[in-house]
């Protein structure tokens, strides 16, 4: 099983994400079209975008440097960006919750599919995260 695992060293945190707490969402258009639409339901909320990691070009830009010719993904992206007022609310409840910031939408194209998608959050306050980010990409969909 694949385990990506992160460690929030300078808090003192640690934290472990299992790929199968990914949502995920299958898209009916192109990778272009998919990007545009999770852009346009971002900004649309008047939530800025703060970083688009370009993990699809970075990943098969060092297979080789690490010994690997495995093609992941066609191409995929991660949207970053919070939300002032649900941000707010989730570290009033809980000050830690700034490990789940900032929140990422991922567009990515593999084996000629499209999907969407992001993490799955913790019972409790994240769930109003988790809620902001399936509205979002819901409405990209649409």
Partial sequence: MLKVFATI???GI???VA???????PFSGS???ATFAVESAITGRGLVIDYVS???EMLERTGEDVGSD???FKEADVFLFCSATVSRSVMEADPMNLVHCPYGIFV???DGEVMLGHRQYPEGPMQEVQTLLSDIVN???E
């Fill in 70 to 72: 495995v093609t992941l």
């Fill in 14 to 16: 640690g934290t472990s």
């Fill in 139 to 141: 409405e990209a969909m």
């Fill in 108 to 110: 990515a194209e593999r």
């Fill in 31 to 33: 990778f272009d079209d």
């Fill in 9 to 11: 060293t300078a808090l």
């Fill in 19 to 25: 790929a199968e707490d990914a949502i995920t969402y």
């Fill in 54 to 56: 370009h993990v699809g």
